[in-house]
């Protein structure tokens, strides 16, 4: 396209239709004042540095989107780009009006004289993109730590509750591993439970029963006056959990103390239940008289 104007007179009216005293009175000296210092300050925020042949010989395309983008965050660029559009021009045209330091027509005149070329590394770390989506991610397992605790409490016949007050000693974290499910597994893991449960049950049963038979029939006794003690085996885990720090025995003597109270009260109420039961009993029922029938 034959225009009759000069490119570089019809962008510097667009840019400056008006021209005040402060505006530069060309096209070449709006360039030099201006655009040059704008190209010059991209140049050393994309490279950081004027070190390599790269960063002196940028190629910037006036008609590249992506060079425009750049560049147009400087007003007097921006300004130069709207005027390249109100003018339509072609980008054969802006290729041939660019001709200045930083441009891609710099570039081309330096590898032409100097036999070399300017190899562009914007990008080259950036590997060529996979489309991952269709593929299936290998579930894995997820580690769940879990803290047990059991507290044991032994329901006797009388309707007291007793708990065991023998301290227990903390229990280990179990570092289990949640695995997929697997349906030829279900079968395992119900045996597995069931035999969790038995253990647990034996357990609880052997701990309690037996100790609290004991420590009850002591403590029965000693309410009595008798001076027994409570339980050889408790009262030498008690000493040693002390001395360990892991026990307040003053305290523990004072449950004893109370419960062995308790007993004594549920024992003396059994007691006159069973002396009013055996009175009444013993009493001679009356006869039951009927009342004379009329005459």
């Given at each position: ?14 840019l ?23 190209v ?22 006036y ?39 930083g441009?891609?027509?710099?570039r081309?005149?330096y ?35 879990t ?21 227990q ?25 069931e ?16 100790l ?21 085996e408790?009262e ?8 360990r ?8 003597r ?6 062995a ?17 055996s009175s ?5 029922p ?6 004379a029938?009329?005459?």
């Amino acid at each position: 396209m034959h225009r009759k104007n000069p490119i570089s007179v019809l962008v510097y009216n667009a840019l400056f239709s008006t021209p005040s005293p402060t505006d530069p009175p060309s096209f070449s000296a709006h360039l030099s004042k201006n655009l040059v210092g704008e190209v010059r300050i991209e140049t050393a925020n994309f490279y950081g540095s004027l070190d390599t042949i790269e960063a002196r010989y940028p190629g910037l395309n006036y008609a590249f989107s992506p060079h425009r983008k750049r560049l147009g965050r400087f007003p007097h660029h921006r300004r130069l780009f709207e005027a390249f559009d109100r003018l339509g021009l072609t980008e054969a045209e802006i290729q041939g009006f660019c001709r200045w330091e930083g441009t891609l027509w710099a570039r081309e005149r330096y590898e032409r004289d100097e036999g070399v070329r300017v190899i562009d590394t914007t990008g080259v770390e950036i590997g060529e993109w996979v489309d991952r989506r269709g593929q299936l991610h290998t579930a894995q397992g997820i580690n769940v730590k879990t803290d047990i605790e059991i507290e044991i409490e032994q329901v006797h016949a009388s309707g007291a509750v007793h708990s065991d007050t023998r301290p227990q000693p903390p229990q280990a974290q179990v570092d289990t591993e949640m695995r997929d499910s697997d349906p030829n597994d279900s079968s395992d893991e119900e045996d597995e439970d069931e035999d969790e449960e038995d253990e647990e049950e034996e357990e609880e049963e052997s701990i309690g029963y037996a100790l609290n038979a004991r420590l009850l029939h002591a403590a029965a006794l000693r309410e009595q006056g008798a001076n027994v003690p409570m339980d050889p085996e408790w009262e030498q885990y008690l000493k040693e959990a002390q001395e360990r720090g892991e026990l307040n025995i003053d305290a523990t003597r004072e449950a004893l103390r109370a419960m062995a109270g308790q007993i004594a009260q549920l024992h003396h109420h059994q007691t006159t239940v069973q002396a009013e039961t055996s009175s009444s009993s013993s009493a001679q029922p009356q006869p039951f008289q009927s009342s004379a029938a009329p005459a």
